[in-house]
């Protein structure tokens, strides 16, 4: 079983709806989560960046950390027809010496005009 | 600020070869990590560099090795190539080695195996 389980889609919702991504994981010691957005040829752009349990909202995208559950999600509102990439959620227990992420296998969303 | 930049994006290897990455940093970023992302895999963790030294590393064969110079730049080697060695390799920095710190990616070199 791998850490970090990602569905990968492939997820289609139509332009202006909200989209919901999601990554469960095993592992309790992971205490930072970020969710990275690639376009295709293109290296993963970090979107968001949270600690521990909790909500973050950067404009129009929100994550939320559920370390109880082991669970978490990002929320896209308004989507947009640039929205439509492959989303990758990473996670990283921040121990010093140790900083590797540990990444989901991505959600491919298009969002359709 | 210039992102992480890589390369070549592209190369084209038969089995047997050697290869050498590049990866410069964002001007700053002390910590550089690599990481190789294929379809089946998605993207694993190669290893990890801060002042010189390689801090973490991931499980692949020791035919992966890397190194890191004064100025933050890093150097990924492959050697004697194998097919399933084709993949896309990614280097992140982050701007000190400390608990949690994010990373930011490059646009990755494409290696192809033939």
């Known amino acids: 079983q791998k850490e970090v389980e990602q569905d990968p889609g492939p997820l289609s919702v139509p332009e202006g709806a909200i989209v919901s991504l999601n990554c469960t994981y095993s592992n309790s010691a992971f205490q930072y989560f970020m969710w990275y957005r690639q376009y295709s040829r293109k290296g993963p752009e970090l979107l968001m960046y949270?600690?521990?349990?909790g909500n973050k909202e950067d404009g129009r995208f929100t994550a939320q950390v559920d370390k109880s559950s082991k669970y978490i999600s990002l929320f896209i509102r308004d989507s947009q027809p640039s929205d439509s990439a492959t989303y990758l959620c990473?996670?990283?227990?921040?121990?010093?010496?140790?900083?590797?992420?540990?990444f989901g296998t991505g959600t491919r969303l298009t969002i359709i005009p | 600020k210039a992102g992480v930049t890589q390369t070549p994006r592209y190369l084209i290897k038969t089995r047997g070869q050697q290869v050498t990455l590049s990866c410069s940093p964002i001007?700053?970023?002390?910590?550089v990590s690599w990481y190789q992302q294929t379809p089946g895999q998605g993207l694993q963790f190669l290893f990890e560099?801060?002042?010189?030294?390689?801090?973490n590393k991931g499980n692949f064969p020791g035919r992966f090795s890397g190194r890191q110079f004064s100025n933050s730049r890093s150097e990924m080697n492959v050697s004697t190539l194998e097919l399933g060695d084709s993949a896309l390799y990614l280097c992140?920095?982050?701007?000190?080695?400390?608990?949690?710190?994010?990373?930011?990616f490059g646009d990755g070199t494409r290696l192809s195996i033939l």
């Open positions: 949270t600690y521990s349990s």
């Open positions: 990473a996670m990283s227990a921040g121990n010093f010496g140790n900083e590797k992420l540990t």
């Open positions: 560099y801060f002042s010189e030294t390689q801090r």
């Open positions: 992140a920095s982050s701007l000190e080695q400390g608990p949690g710190q994010p990373q930011h």
């Open positions: 001007s700053g970023h002390r910590s």
